[in-house]
Nanobody, 124 residues
C-alpha cells in the first residue's frame, strides 16, 4: 500500500507557473505508474498527465500538452507536475494517483491509490 500527499497548490495569476509535488510513503514507489488528475467544482474528474515507473514515458491530456510537465524522482519517492502558462480554466483540485499494475492510463479507475488533493486557483 502507498500513501500519497500532494502539496504546492495555491493562487496564481494567468500566465504564471506552479509546481505540484506528490510525496509517496513506502519503499515500492518505483513499482507504481503515477498520474495527475483534476476536478473543478461541478465537473467530473479529468486526466491531466501520467508517467511510467521508470519515468521514461509520459502522457498528457491535450488541454495541458506543451504547458505541463510530469516528472518523478524515485530516490525521493516524489512525482511532480510542473505547470506553466496557467489559464483560469486550469483552476481545480489536483490529485495524484498511483497505479500498481499496468502501463500509463488516463482512466481514473485504473489507479489504486489517491492523495487528498491540492487546490490550484488561476486568476484572470
Amino acid at each position: 500500500q502507498v500513501q500519497l500527499v500532494e502539496s504546492g497548490g495555491g493562487l496564481v495569476q494567468a500566465g504564471g507557473s506552479l509546481r505540484l509535488s506528490c510525496a509517496a510513503s513506502g519503499r515500492t514507489f518505483s513499482t507504481y505508474a503515477m498520474g495527475w488528475f483534476r476536478q473543478a467544482p461541478g465537473k467530473e474528474r479529468e486526466f491531466v498527465a501520467a508517467i511510467s515507473r521508470s519515468g521514461n514515458s509520459t502522457y498528457y491530456a491535450d488541454s495541458v500538452k506543451g504547458r505541463f510537465t510530469i516528472s518523478r524522482d524515485n530516490a525521493e519517492n516524489t512525482v511532480y507536475l510542473h505547470m506553466n502558462s496557467l489559464k483560469p480554466e486550469d483552476t481545480s483540485v489536483y490529485y495524484c494517483a498511483a497505479r500498481r499494475w499496468g502501463s500509463l492510463s488516463d482512466y481514473d479507475r485504473d489507479y489504486d491509490y489517491w492523495g487528498q488533493g491540492t487546490q490550484v486557483t488561476v486568476s484572470s
